[in-house]
């Protein structure tokens, strides 16, 4: 059974930066797409950031919302079988709880800013950013 699991939240304050650990159950896949999500209070669930990975290709390809692109950066350490999103320049509106979602087999075609592209999602991980 596949599972992802978040790490790294916590409470930071305005400017400052946080790194976000998403790994699975420990599996190695080769082509897939990571996406991070967030949710903050009393708001839907918004796109963040997505990894996606081809097995044939070695680069990968990032995708970032408006909102955190040139702040956020994520990036995968495949030795660990994790995905992180480095969060620099933290900012009250980054509070919210962030999930990793998890998406299998070929990419092509993917929306990988919509939720349902994503089967497996984690637990989340709570971000507080202090004004």
């Keep these: 059974q596949v599972q992802v699991v978040e790490s790294g ?32 209070p009393g708001k839907q669930r918004e796109f963040v950031a997505a990894l996606t990975t081809w097995s044939q290709r070695i680069t990968i390809d990032t995708n970032y919302a408006d909102s955190v692109r040139g702040r956020f950066t994520v990036s995968r350490d495949t030795t660990k079988n994790t995905v992180y999103l480095q ?9 919210a709880v962030y999930y990793c979602a998890l998406r299998l087999g070929d990419p092509g075609g993917v929306v990988v800013s919509t939720d ?8 989340g991980t709570q971000v507080t950013v202090s004004s």
């Design 9 to 40: 939240g916590g409470l930071v304050q305005a400017g400052g930066s946080l790194r976000l650990s998403c790994t699975n159950s420990g599996r190695t896949f080769n082509s897939y797409v990571l996406g991070w999500y967030r949710q903050a």
């Design 87 to 95: 969060m620099n320049s933290l900012k009250p509106e980054d509070t």
């Design 116 to 123: 349902r592209s994503y089967a497996y999602w984690g637990q």
